[in-house]
């Protein structure tokens, strides 16, 4: 018993050293030594004992304090519960390789200085361990704002460029708009007594139409912070415009932190789940998937493109969470706990590899300066490692074997294909649908990640300068390192990985996975029945290390064996030069004229008597034109009808209060 | 029924204030308006003094020699101290014509009447009539604020509108306690001064008390 109280201090202990590292960062704001050499080491080393507690605290039973902070008659109240204490290793495991990395990243000269940005990156990652312990929605609420100040504070680091303050101030709006929409899924869910505990709304008995207005908010709140369609605009615009590891920490936690949310209020405050809330989450995670992938793939930014990635992603775990809340809504909730797992551990893998992307991104930046990947090109000459690393981290988003994207998407399948269990005709049809969206979804990843792999790291260098390049530090490989050890470890042992999410499938759903799925020993992973499918990744591991050895060694042997270096893809024409190879434009191409009406495209084609060719492609994001401009639009003629009221002149003004106390003075 | 002299004589008196109110509403010289608000002043002290003796509340008296001394004296001479040095003497053309002024402002009266029908009857016959002069005049004093364009006209109008009240708190409900009138006193005299030290400024500023010129500070 003293030791889970322990757990809840050790985390509340580690939460607010992160606090107070930050603050340590403001002594000397300016040194890039005592931030980057002292500070963010140390906060490496408490992430991982973060990741420590969180880890125990899923194994243990749930722990409550009342914290003596707060307002006099609302002290705040801590938990730390198997779903916390899970989200809490995320947040430490990733939180981890980005401080690592960010040790090596922060340099002077560019916008906020780094003692200030430690400051904000702290505190970022304390509120976001005070989201995931929040026990009421007090502290919930101020948890969760901070986290959205924070985060809009790292995002306009480079202040001066209007481009990022609008990015900003769009990312601020729509968090905005999504908390608001939170604070009124919580005011929905107090019911009638006024409590603002999560036990008190646990308790408390909502009528069935009530509950699905809750829902609702907190789809649309929490939706709005992971980048759900059609609320995903910000994701591409904030996650280019803040630095590497910040985007990396955004995209990698705090889109899990409203992933957290959402279960947290479905699952645990809310009780009875329906099936219609499934279908719903089903509908808008593919939609969400299939979108973020086509926007991806046109995408010749890379941050963008990681970004549009991020969008699919939260599209697969919504997928995951959509048909967990069916099954439980028509009552099978072991298959539910299997579509949890699934959606849970797809969480936690695109935290990692998505940490590792971005940070790869990052480097690349710092070391070329460039952003478009249309200006680089043959980087893994220069940069081997960051290479090697960003190819784990691809091949792993790409979902394929034995790394850990596979076996999350894979528990989705088999979490999908498992409809026929169903009794309506309606959902045993949409299911397989979303099943198709999200195998079409990841060939699409796998294109767009042979495209920036490709460009970006492969071929001849586009840009001349980029002759004088060195790879990134010893602190910046290590980082993506231990994320890209992530992205392995989880890949090849997903048995331990699913035990462990079954302590969160029995706190929520009160049902264990099937107990084959656990049985199964360490090496096949056994979902439902060995009859039906079974993975094992070692067999996957050895077989393809075999077969490339294998390769390898005929080639050598029976080949002649003599080595001849001459230009790749000369086909002895000769004269090859950069410009002849494929652009990340030209690759995307066919998917481009493929899916031609999901994009709003401006194209000017060069014809064939231009005195000077020029070939110019602007995609645009359809939601703009169709949702926010015309919602804009409206907000600002609104605006304007009521600003008539100030006409500026004193008379009207007198008039106001003239007609008030008239009104006043008849009616009251 | 014989109605004692006394009640006559407030009821007298409250005639006259309304009518100095539409007087007041139909005047655009400047000067004019400042009598006028002096006359206003005159009358709510006598009003003030003759419910004194009705009553037989010593208080009243001084409030009754504050308002002579305040409205009648003080603010006036500060006034025309004020337009002299502005050297302000008419009011250019109102935003309402004057005529259309008046026929709204009869229609206030009546809305006025209406409303303190119910009140009216609460309270003793003779009195029936003055809270309904009085809330007449606060509105009649309100719209004058809005139809003129000088800040003076403005400031006046302002300070009827205090008339207005103050003889509603008077003549219906009997006074104020002193100490509360006292204040009000000095708010009127203080308001006033701020008012005059605002004109200076405005007139720095632009030019002109023609409060039109406003407008450019308007947000577009």
């Keep these: 018993m003293s030791s889970s109280i322990d757990g809840i201090n050790a985390a509340l202990a580690a939460t607010t050293a992160w606090l107070a590292l930050g603050m340590l960062g403001l002594l000397r704001p300016h040194s890039v030594r005592w931030v980057g050499r002292v500070l963010f080491p140390i906060s490496a080393a408490l992430s991982l004992v973060l990741a420590g507690i969180g880890l125990a605290s899923v194994l243990k039973a749930p722990q409550a304090a009342v914290l003596p902070l707060g307002l006099p008659d609302l002290l705040f109240h801590v938990r730390l519960d198997p779903l916390s204490g899970f989200f809490l290793f995320l947040l430490g495991v990733t939180a981890t390789g980005i401080s690592i990395f960010s040790a090596g990243y922060f340099r002077t000269g560019e916008g906020t200085p780094p003692g200030l940005m430690c400051f904000q990156y702290h505190l970022f990652l304390a509120s976001m361990g005070a989201v995931l312990l929040a026990d009421d929605a007090y502290l919930f609420m101020v948890a969760w704002e901070t986290m959205a100040l924070a985060s809009y504070f790292l995002v306009t680091t480079h202040h001066r460029l209007p481009e990022i303050r609008q990015a900003g101030f769009l990312y601020l709006l729509i968090a905005h708009v999504g908390a608001l929409g939170i604070l009124l899924c919580f005011g929905v869910m107090h019911g009638t007594g006024w409590q603002f505990t999560f036990d008190a709304m646990r308790t408390a008995h909502l009528a069935p139409g009530w509950s699905s207005v809750a829902f609702g908010l907190a789809l649309f709140g929490f939706g709005a912070k992971a980048g759900m369609v059609p609320l995903h605009v910000w994701l591409p615009e904030a996650h280019p415009a803040a630095p590497?590891?910040?985007?990396?920490?955004?995209?990698?936690?705090?889109?899990?932190?409203?992933?957290?949310?959402?279960?947290?209020?479905?699952?645990?405050?809310?009780?009875?789940?329906?099936?219609?809330?499934?279908?719903?989450?089903?509908?808008?995670?593919?939609?969400?998937?299939?979108?973020?992938?086509?926007?991806?793939?046109?995408?010749?930014?890379?941050?963008?493109?990681?970004?549009?990635?991020?969008?699919?992603?939260?599209?697969?775990?919504?997928?995951?969470?959509?048909l967990s809340l069916t099954y439980i809504g028509t009552g099978h909730p072991a298959l539910g706990a299997l579509g949890l797992a699934a959606a849970l551990y797809h969480t936690l893998n695109h935290a990692v590899f998505k940490s590792l992307l971005f940070l790869g991104a990052g480097s690349i930046q710092h070391v070329t300066g460039e952003r478009e990947l249309g200006r680089m090109g043959g980087l893994a000459r220069w940069l081997p490692r960051t290479a090697f690393l960003f190819l784990v981290g691809s091949l792993a988003i790409s979902a394929l074997p034995p790394l850990n994207g596979f076996v999350s998407e894979w528990l989705t399948f088999q979490a999908a294909l498992l409809s026929p269990a169903l009794e309506s005709g309606v959902l045993r049809s949409v299911i397989p649908l979303a099943a198709?969206?999200?195998?079409?979804?990841?060939?699409?990843?796998?294109?767009?990640?042979?495209?920036?792999?490709?460009?970006?790291?492969?071929?001849?260098?586009?840009?001349?300068?980029?002759?004088?390049?060195?790879?990134?530090?010893?602190?910046?490989?290590?980082?993506?390192?231990?994320?890209?050890?992530?992205?392995?470890?989880?890949?090849?042992?997903?048995?331990?990985?699913?035990?462990?999410?079954?302590?969160?499938?029995?706190?929520?759903?009160?049902?264990?996975?099937?107990?084959?799925?656990?049985?199964?020993?360490?090496?096949?992973?056994?979902?439902?029945?060995?009859?039906?499918?079974?993975?094992?990744?070692?067999?996957?591991?050895?077989?393809?290390?075999?077969?490339?050895?294998?390769?390898?060694?005929?080639?050598?042997?029976?080949?002649?064996?003599?080595?001849?270096?001459?230009?790749?893809?000369?086909?002895?024409?000769?004269?090859?030069?950069?410009?002849?190879?494929?652009?990340?434009?030209?690759?995307?191409?066919?998917?481009?004229?493929?899916?031609?009406?999901?994009?709003?495209?401006?194209?000017?084609?060069p014809s064939a008597s231009d005195a000077k060719p020029r070939f110019h492609l602007e995609i645009r994001d359809r939601f703009w034109s169709v949702l926010y401009l015309p919602l804009a639009g409206l907000v600002e003629a609104v605006s304007r009808q009521v600003g008539r009221l100030q006409a500026g002149r004193i008379s009207i003004y007198l008039l106001y209060s003239f007609l008030t106390t008239i009104f006043l003075l008849l009616f009251v | 029924m014989a109605i004692p002299f006394s009640w006559q004589l407030i009821n007298l008196l409250a005639a006259l204030l309304l009518l100095i109110a539409f007087a007041m509403l139909a005047q655009r010289r400047v000067t004019a308006l400042i009598g006028l608000y002096a006359g206003q002043g005159l009358v709510l002290a006598a009003s003030t003094a003759a419910m004194a003796r009705i009553s037989g509340l010593p208080h009243l008296y001084v409030s009754a020699a504050l308002t002579l001394a305040l409205k009648v004296f003080a603010l006036p001479w500060l006034l025309h101290r004020v337009i002299r040095r502005l050297e302000i003497r008419w009011e250019v053309e109102p935003l309402i014509n004057i005529p259309a002024t008046m026929l709204v402002g009869i229609g206030l009266v009546i809305f006025a009447f209406n409303l303190a029908e119910p009140i009216s009857q609460m309270a003793s016959p003779i009195t029936r009539s003055t809270l309904g002069i009085a809330t007449a005049s606060?509105?009649?004093?309100?719209?004058?604020?809005?139809?003129?364009?000088?800040?003076?006209?403005?400031?006046?109008?302002?300070?009827?509108?205090?008339?207005?009240?103050?003889?509603?708190?008077?003549?219906?409900?009997?006074?104020?306690?002193?100490?509360?009138?006292?204040?009000?006193?000095?708010?009127?005299?203080?308001?006033?001064?701020?008012?005059?030290?605002?004109?200076?400024?405005?007139?720095?500023?632009?030019?002109?008390?023609?409060?039109?010129?406003?407008?450019?500070?308007?947000?577009?």
């Design chain 2, 138 to 220: 606060v509105l009649l004093a309100f719209l004058m604020m809005i139809t003129r364009r000088k800040a003076v006209t403005q400031v006046i109008a302002f300070l009827a509108m205090e008339n207005g009240l103050f003889f509603a708190a008077t003549s219906a409900t009997r006074g104020m306690p002193l100490v509360v009138e006292l204040g009000i006193a000095l708010d009127v005299l203080v308001g006033a001064l701020i008012f005059g030290i605002f004109f200076f400024h405005i007139r720095e500023t632009f030019d002109s008390l023609d409060i039109h010129h406003m407008e450019k500070l308007k947000e577009h």
């Design chain 1, 244 to 322: 590497s590891p910040v985007s990396a920490l955004m995209s990698g936690v705090m889109l899990k932190t409203a992933i957290y949310g959402l279960i947290r209020v479905t699952y645990d405050l809310l009780g009875t789940i329906r099936w219609e809330w499934g279908l719903t989450v089903l509908i808008a995670g593919s939609v969400t998937t299939l979108f973020g992938v086509l926007f991806a793939l046109m995408q010749h930014h890379l941050k963008r493109l990681l970004a549009y990635h991020s969008i699919e992603n939260i599209g697969i775990i919504l997928i995951g969470l959509g």
């Design chain 1, 436 to 605: 198709a969206g999200l195998a079409l979804a990841g060939a699409l990843t796998a294109m767009c990640f042979v495209k920036v792999y490709g460009v970006v790291f492969l071929g001849a260098p586009r840009a001349p300068k980029e002759t004088e390049l060195h790879d990134v530090g010893r602190w910046e490989q290590t980082g993506m390192a231990w994320l890209a050890a992530g992205c392995v470890i989880l890949g090849l042992a997903p048995v331990p990985m699913l035990r462990l999410l079954d302590h969160v499938a029995r706190l929520l759903i009160g049902q264990s996975l099937g107990s084959q799925a656990l049985r199964s020993g360490w090496l096949w992973l056994t979902p439902v029945a060995a009859e039906r499918a079974s993975y094992n990744p070692i067999v996957f591991l050895v077989l393809i290390v075999g077969v490339t050895l294998l390769t390898f060694v005929l080639v050598r042997r029976f080949y002649h064996g003599r080595l001849r270096r001459a230009p790749a893809w000369d086909c002895g024409f000769g004269g090859l030069d950069a410009r002849m190879q494929d652009t990340a434009e030209g690759f995307s191409q066919p998917i481009r004229h493929m899916f031609g009406p999901v994009y709003e495209m401006e194209r000017h084609l």
